[in-house]
DNA sequence: GTGAGTAACTAAAGCGCTATAGTCAACGCT
DNA sequence: AGCGTTGACTATAGCGCTTTAGTTACTCAC
């Protein structure tokens, strides 16, 4: 086998020393109960040897796997535009190395599929910690998670405050931001193509949409359900349009669905921006691809995941933590697919 | 700690069953050593206290880390459209998670990092095999892995044969069946929006439109490389397009480049098909999102990664493997961006 | 100059599991 | 009857590391 490229352990390098394998360990993890000499002395034999630590030693003595877990459920036929987690991705990264610790990411296809994922980690002892995504209403996962005794936060706000530790933005106020600047250039019919209504940030959005729409005496702020797919994003888009009082504006749960909605608007001859202004509620390369470029709401995810990460962390150190992190709202980059609507 | 949820350990169960430790280990692992009988009721008593394995402490007896590693070396600002290795990590998971393993997926900035990683990840023992992904010309990697004795297979053909296990798709045969296509339809002047030219793949298909060009009497066949970007994607196209004997057909090597070179063709107001034939080397949601639709190769992506991990699996067996799977040459889809040129 | 206190260690147990070397009874064979 | 076998176990060591409970040698106070 391999294996018989046999790397030091933390005896050989006693024995280099002339000490005890304890001491080792209490120098190599800065612990008192040697003298600086000889913890240097170690170190030093530690590095010239290239010792590293046995994470699955380490981690039979009940430390810790050095991995958190992200789940993603989707349906592999309607993977989206995976940007905005690959970002996350990163940004968690940079964080997480810092603390030698990685990121397990796994896709599967349903909330079952990750529920069953995370009984599977627990009992193997394989992740320190949980990341929790696309939150919805009434979501299963959380007893789950507390009942297994798995730290975790939840990137989004949970329904009921203080279930979890949090990093969230304030997608009411995001919609807010949209219908403002809509408004502001005199559209009065504003609809929403949305993700699936069991997600929490979709129905936050759709409701902010719904009070805007009152406060304000606009004429309409449907919210379309959709399942993300850019095909239903398409077919949403094409019912609205069909309307007789069709909208002058349209806002999408998502970078890919408001493109498909651009290609429907282009397919029926309603020129974007003159008839219709659409406004992407993500960024990615694809809003910046098509043409017009579209106007959406930006943020800075790799931040984002960083401070996930940092959160995480923390409610590794101290199960009882219920931070809640509100981040700063996405803002909104005007592109060339919003305008002043014609007529 | 939460660690106090005391799950069941081997020890618990031969309490139970009144055996020995060592026999249950024998039971679960359906080594010889006790009676059927016995057997049938430790495995019982198992699944009632819903006993799982402990990992660490498997990997710590010297077995397997359960984990294959895969690293992606991106500069964070140019990340495409990861769909594609998206598809490939669900692929390999439906293979793995039959064998109880999972894929650690990082994102690293460069190959000095990548490389990094390797070494961290041998010495911590945290994998049991690696998959190389976008392999370059004289890959320094090659060497590393063998240094480091990690089962490893390429995706994609490394530079010398029977390198590395490694599973590939012909890239040379796939430019020709595009440059078939193109040819038949009286294209004369093809070009490639390449990517950069230490990459394997692109090398193989830049040489292969020099081939088909010369072989057939085109007259042209040059090839620009980039970065991958749409910045750069969209640059090369416009430098393309603003010749005096522009090409009639591009050809990409990334579905983001495509569009974003079909974005600056609308924009220098060059219609595509009828002026100009678009055709790119991946298949994705952009290619079916932007108008018209573009004209790709497209491949079984969960089926190549579903073939990566098998062969993984078998080279962590044996790890004298040098087997090397061809997978089906990608296939032409025929959409809107590629006719017959006008004049 | 004796006892308490402390710094700097060593010894040893233990994390959960695997693997090897026994042990012991039942069996078959000459 | 005595021998070697076999099957079904048990006992134990060990994987690499952490951690607790010692054990020294020293220092300091009175």
Same mark, same amino acid.
């Given at each position: 086998?391999?294996?018989?490229?046999?790397?030091?352990?933390?005896?050989?390098?006693?024995?280099?020393?002339?000490?005890?394998?304890?001491?080792?360990?209490?120098?190599?993890?800065?612990?008192?109960?040697?003298?600086?000499?000889?913890?240097?002395?170690?170190?030093?034999?530690?590095?010239?040897?290239?010792?590293?630590?046995?994470?699955?030693?380490?981690?039979? +003595?009940?430390?810790?796997?050095?991995?958190?877990?992200?789940?993603?459920?989707?349906?592999?036929?309607?993977?989206?535009?995976?940007?905005?987690?690959?970002?996350?991705?990163?940004?968690?990264?940079?964080?997480?190395?810092?603390?030698?610790?990685?990121?397990?990411?796994?896709?599967?296809?349903?909330?079952?599929?990750?529920?069953?994922?995370?009984?599977?980690?627990?009992?193997?002892?394989?992740?320190?910690?949980?990341?929790?995504?696309?939150?919805?209403?009434?979501?299963?996962?959380?007893?789950?998670?507390?009942?297994?005794?798995?730290?975790?936060?939840?990137?989004?706000?949970?329904?009921?405050?203080?279930?979890?530790?949090?990093?969230?933005?304030?997608?009411?106020?995001?919609?807010?931001?949209?219908?403002?600047?809509?408004?502001?250039?005199?559209?009065?019919?504003?609809?929403?193509?949305?993700?699936?209504?069991?997600?929490?940030?979709?129905?936050?959005?759709?409701?902010?949409?719904?009070?805007?729409?009152?406060?304000?005496?606009?004429?309409?702020?449907?919210?379309?359900?959709?399942?993300?797919?850019?095909?239903?994003?398409?077919?949403?888009?094409?019912?609205?349009?069909?309307?007789?009082?069709?909208?002058?504006?349209?806002?999408?749960?998502?970078?890919?669905?408001?493109?498909?909605?651009?290609?429907?608007?282009?397919?029926?001859?309603?020129?974007?921006?003159?008839?219709?202004?659409?406004?992407?509620?993500?960024?990615?390369?694809?809003?910046?691809?098509?043409?017009?470029?579209?106007?959406?709401?930006?943020?800075?995810?790799?931040?984002?995941?960083?401070?996930?990460?940092?959160?995480?962390?923390?409610?590794?150190?101290?199960?009882?933590?219920?931070?809640?992190?509100?981040?700063?709202?996405?803002?909104?980059?005007?592109? +060339?697919?919003?305008?002043?609507?014609?007529?």
């Amino acid at each position: 086998m391999r294996d018989v490229g046999n790397r030091p352990t933390i005896a050989d390098i006693a024995k280099r020393v002339g000490v005890s394998p304890g001491a080792v360990s209490f120098a190599l993890n800065g612990r008192p109960g040697v003298s600086e000499q000889t913890r240097a002395r170690i170190l030093e034999v530690a590095r010239e040897m290239n010792w590293r630590p046995h994470r699955a030693a380490r981690a039979l +003595g009940g430390a810790q796997a050095g991995v958190v877990g992200l789940v993603l459920a989707r349906d592999p036929r309607t993977l989206g535009s995976e940007q905005f987690y690959t970002q996350i991705l990163y940004g968690m990264q940079d964080v997480l190395s810092a603390h030698s610790s990685a990121v397990q990411m796994q896709l599967v296809r349903d909330t079952a599929a990750e529920i069953d994922l995370y009984r599977h980690w627990a009992s193997e002892h394989r992740v320190d910690g949980l990341v929790l995504v696309d939150l919805q209403l009434d979501d299963p996962r959380i007893a789950v998670v507390r009942e297994l005794g798995l730290p975790a936060v939840t990137l989004g706000l949970p329904g009921e405050p203080d279930q979890l530790p949090s990093v969230w933005a304030d997608d009411a106020e995001a919609m807010t931001t949209i219908v403002d600047y809509l408004a502001a250039l005199d559209h009065r019919r504003i609809a929403h193509v949305a993700g699936p209504p069991v997600y929490q940030h979709t129905a936050r959005r759709a409701a902010a949409l719904r009070a805007q729409v009152s406060e304000r005496g606009l004429h309409a702020g449907e919210s379309v359900p959709t399942d993300f797919s850019d095909a239903q994003g398409a077919a949403a888009t094409r019912a609205l349009l069909s309307r007789a009082d069709r909208p002058t504006a349209i806002v999408y749960d998502s970078d890919l669905m408001a493109a498909a909605g651009l290609g429907v608007a282009l397919e029926m001859g309603i020129e974007v921006p003159r008839q219709l202004s659409i406004v992407s509620f993500d960024d990615s390369v694809l809003t910046r691809i098509v043409h017009p470029a579209l106007t959406c709401l930006s943020r800075d995810t790799h931040a984002l995941g960083a401070q996930v990460a940092t959160t995480l962390l923390e409610a590794i150190a101290d199960a009882s933590s219920r931070v809640s992190v509100r981040t700063e709202t996405p803002r909104l980059v005007v592109r +060339g697919s919003t305008a002043r609507p014609a007529g």
